[in-house]
């Protein structure tokens, strides 16, 4: 008899906080306008996009299919549960590479004025699983969309 693979599942929770030179209404319209959305969280160089969708409401489904350099087809599978404009966004989202899923995630965007800027807060509760993703590079992907981010919101002045 064939033994049986041990399944492992890391829980982890990160917090990532930036402040941003533009106002809350124009930091939470880069998450609620789909092209806005797509240059800066979908796009980037050597990324070939095959299938975005964008329903940017309480129970719509945001989902993307791409991959990096001729690499593995991946998928986000994102569902918003709660949207308070100007304020907050919270979802959940899947990552597979194939057909293997890689984690699950709860994820809150939290925007507070901060002088004519804003403060953002993004936090994450995930689930990792089988080692094929590890929360730590997850958090340093989260940090560079977040780095997009500004640079979308410097470019969009």
Known sequence: MKAMTEQVVVHSTFIIEREYSASPVRVFAAFANQETKRRWFVEGEGWEILEYTFDFR??????????????????????H???????????????????????????????????????LTYTEQGAFFDGLDKPQQREAGCRELLGKLAEELDRAR
Not at 93 to 110: F, H, K, N, P, W
């Open 81 to 119: 549960h709660d949207i308070v404009p100007n304020r907050r966004i919270v979802s959940s989202y899947a990552m597979t590479i194939g057909e293997q899923r890689l984690s699950v995630s709860l994820a809150t965007v939290e925007l507070a004025p901060a002088g004519e800027g804003t403060k």
């Open 58 to 79: 309480v129970g719509g489904r945001e989902f993307s299919r791409f991959r990096f350099k001729g690499g593995p087809e991946m998928s986000n599978d994102t569902i």
